[in-house]
């Protein structure tokens, strides 16, 4: 039995009278293309005749001992009419209009076609896509110049908001590629390339949009805010990490997998990390994604573009960003007292520091409650899983920023809070003295002073 290459196929489809058929191989064609195509016995073929007798393929020619000998001999006459059979079989095919069945799988769309009319209610859409409909749009219009694609000869492209929604049902769900599938009436293959894509253009073109650190101006607002919260003054801030569960790597496992996991949930346990600084309603002013779950929260922080960028001018100078006993105490950095044996003035300080990461830590629980892909073992590839993760960031912060409140009845999920004191617990002199007379204003006068 003979085989063809891609190549060598197209070619004949121009040999029987066509043109050039790239345009026929779609999303979820484009792993058959790249393997041989056999040309005898297929039963494909023979359903294009729908049972006539002339069918080019269906009848199948019988070789003589002398062909048989020529080609085993080095001659190529058997290979031309195998080729002149194909060229047929396929100028019959498409000059009865039968080709189009070669290539495209009926599928069913209605779930989809129900949701996407605008009778459709709001309030259930918001149920499905964790975000309401005008936001969706919003989302739909910033990406459309990124995903669209234009239509074919064979086929007509899928709409933007189609490819949107694949990918939104996807993060929200976390529901597996197979019932995306049907539900949206596309090839498996499809809906993970279009997942993908998706999650690409919103990290690339959307995220230095929607997640960046605030301005002046903002920043003023944040810092009045969580005063209003805390009592301590000057925080622009909270930062917070997370772990995401990964499948066991086939490459630098021990760096990915996580003790306290694995400790907490009695077996081996691998994840990602995700450090963020949240402002005072919840929303991303910096993301760090990527690191292996074996890394401290201090680890990931010195890895930071945070860390790394933080003497440029107008990012973090006399302000504060907050964070856990896991972090270092540093001129930017205020962190709650760690040893035992605490004054009120500590206690009172560390009170007030929990209130202003509850922020950050409600951020990461709102995050997980509306991305459902975050609340089990990923299955995403690793080399992925960023992107994937950048784009949980952005929707995040256009759903927050757009009122689009997680309902916790349809969203259940507990954050587990796996602090530890940071190796470096002090790493300024004058950043200690500056915490203790911010605990002692808050002490005796109720109110919180920055010292820098």
């Keep these: 039995m003979s085989s063809l290459t891609a190549a060598q196929f197209r070619s004949l489809f121009e040999m029987a009278g066509g043109e050039d058929i790239s345009f026929l191989f779609g999303d979820d064609e484009a792993a058959a293309v790249a393997a041989p195509v056999e040309l ?75 949701v996407s009319s605008p009778d459709y209610p709001d309030s259930e859409f918001r149920k499905a896509f964790r975000m309401s409909k005008a936001t969706f749009e919003v989302v739909c219009d910033e990406l459309a110049a990124a995903v669209a694609k234009e239509d074919t000869m064979l086929r007509a492209a899928i709409p933007v908001r189609k490819r949107v929604a694949v990918c939104v049902w996807r993060l929200a769900t976390g529901e597996p590629l197979r019932l995306v599938s049907k539900r949206f009436g596309l090839g498996i293959s499809t809906c993970h390339k279009l997942v993908l894509e998706v999650c690409a253009a919103l990290k690339a073109m959307v995220m230095p949009k929607v997640v960046r650190w605030p301005e002046a101006g903002d920043a003023a607002a944040i810092a009045a805010h969580f005063e209003a919260i805390s009592g301590i003054s000057g925080v622009v801030g909270a930062i917070y990490t997370t772990h995401i569960p990964i499948i066991a790597p086939k490459s630098n496992v021990a760096s990915y997998y996580n003790r306290r996991h694995t400790e907490r949930n009695q077996k081996t346990s691998y994840s990602m990390t995700v450090q963020c600084v949240v402002d005072s309603t919840g929303a991303f002013t910096d993301v760090c994604i990527g690191w292996p779950g074996s890394n401290s ?129 002090v790493r300024s002199t004058a950043a200690a003295q500056a915490r203790d007379a911010i605990a002692h204003n808050l002490l005796h006068s109720g109110a919180g002073a920055s010292f820098f």
């Excluded at 016995?41 to 003589?64: H, I, L, N, T």
């Excluded at 440029?312 to 302000?319: E, F």
């Design 297 to 425: 929260d201090e680890e990931v922080l010195e890895k930071s573009a945070l860390y790394l960028h933080r003497g440029v001018p107008g990012l973090i100078q006399g302000q504060w960003v907050v964070g856990g006993g896991s972090f270092p105490l540093m001129d930017w950095m205020l962190v709650p007292y760690t040893h035992q044996n605490l004054t009120w003035a500590q206690h009172m300080l560390n009170e007030k520091v929990a209130a202003v990461r509850g922020v950050a830590r409600d951020a990461f629980e709102r995050l997980k409650r509306r991305w459902g892909c975050l609340q089990k073992r990923t299955e995403v590839k690793l080399l992925d899983l960023p992107t994937v993760l950048g784009a949980c960031c952005v929707l995040h912060n256009i759903c927050e920023r757009s009122g689009d409140a997680v309902d916790d009845a349809d969203c259940a999920f507990d954050l587990f809070d796996d602090d530890m004191v940071a190796e470096n617990a």
């Design 40 to 114: 005898q016995g297929k039963r494909g073929w023979e359903e294009v005749d729908q049972g006539e007798g002339s069918g080019a393929v269906a009848a199948k020619r019988q070789r003589s001992p002398t062909s048989s000998r020529e080609n085993s001999s080095g001659s190529n006459e058997g290979g031309q009419e195998e080729v002149s059979e194909a060229a047929a079989a396929m100028a019959a095919a498409v000059g009865r209009g039968g080709g189009r069945r070669l290539w495209v799988k009926e599928r069913d769309s209605e779930w989809w076609d129900m």
